[in-house]
């Protein structure tokens, strides 16, 4: 599959490297950011195991949930950045809007409402910063 971004890589935590992957806001940019926060998640297997193996799949559906409303509520590029800290994952997803997230209801018909509490649930810390350009949504979540 061919994709418009690439990883960067910075020197972060002994051999491990920040990663920083941009896409231009289409619907199919959340299965390629999800693919490769997987890879980014097994490069850091190899260097830092997860102390339970649920981590790897709450990073993976945080990734999925924040880069899908990007895309859904935000018009044009997102950006992630993962990195590994001393106990976990930080993750920033980056969009153009200015808007902050807010709780909607869950509704059981399957039209959402549950990807922010699950976001909220999964992530020891969650915050959002917001300028003209857009938002920077940042997440910590345990490895």
């Not at 920083?20 to 940019?29: D, T």
């Not at 980056?94 to 997230?101: E, G, R, Y």
Request: with cysteine.
């Amino acid at each position: 599959m061919a994709t418009d971004h690439r990883w960067q890589g910075s020197p972060v935590s002994g051999n491990m490297p920040e990663r920083v992957a941009r896409y231009p806001g289409e619907l199919h940019n959340v299965t390629d950011a999800r693919l490769d926060a997987e890879r980014f998640l097994d490069d850091l297997a190899q260097v830092t195991p997860p102390t339970a193996p649920e981590h790897w799949d709450d990073i993976l559906l945080v990734v999925t949930e924040l880069t899908a409303n990007a895309v859904q509520y935000a018009p044009g590029p997102i950006e992630i950045r993962l990195r590994p800290t001393f106990d976990g994952v930080h993750l920033v997803v980056h969009d153009t809007s200015s808007t902050p997230p807010a709780p909607r209801p869950f509704h059981r018909d399957g039209s959402g409402g549950v990807g922010w509490h699950l976001v909220h649930a999964l992530c020891s810390q969650v915050s959002v910063v917001t300028n003209d350009a857009g938002k920077d949504i940042h997440v910590f979540l345990p490895w």
